[in-house]
């Protein structure tokens, strides 16, 4: 298994809450809640599932793009929710974006 969130979670008083997110390739990488939570998609998963302690399988995301979205959202972890909905807008533009984001 991997593990890309090996960051502590400063924010919480206890073990933070993970989740098993299964790529279409059958890796598991788990994850903070809060962090998988970054993705709206993942998100909407999580709260149809509710605190089940299964493999939540993306089909249609093999390990390597899912590594790579568990590496934005971890970056991306702590943002203010303005900053997060500023960065959604369709019409933002690329020289809008933070140079991590490139």
Request: charged share 30%; glycine share 2%.
């Given at each position: 298994m991997s593990n890309p969130a090996d960051a502590p979670n400063?924010?919480?008083?206890?073990?933070a809450k993970t989740v098993k997110l299964?790529?279409?390739?059958?890796e598991v990488?788990?994850?903070d809640r809060d962090i998988a939570e970054q993705s709206q998609l993942i998100k909407n998963m999580l709260d149809d599932v509710g605190d089940l302690d299964e493999n939540i399988p993306l089909q249609n995301v093999p390990s390597k793009v899912l590594k790579h979205i568990i590496e934005y959202c971890t970056h991306?972890?702590?943002d203010p929710v303005a900053l997060k909905e500023y960065f959604m807008?369709?019409?933002m533009r690329s020289d809008d974006m933070e140079?991590?984001?490139e």
């Amino acid at each position: 298994m991997s593990n890309p969130a090996d960051a502590p979670n400063a924010e919480s008083q206890g073990p933070a809450k993970t989740v098993k997110l299964q790529s279409s390739d059958d890796e598991v990488f788990v994850v903070d809640r809060d962090i998988a939570e970054q993705s709206q998609l993942i998100k909407n998963m999580l709260d149809d599932v509710g605190d089940l302690d299964e493999n939540i399988p993306l089909q249609n995301v093999p390990s390597k793009v899912l590594k790579h979205i568990i590496e934005y959202c971890t970056h991306h972890r702590s943002d203010p929710v303005a900053l997060k909905e500023y960065f959604m807008e369709a019409t933002m533009r690329s020289d809008d974006m933070e140079a991590w984001d490139e």
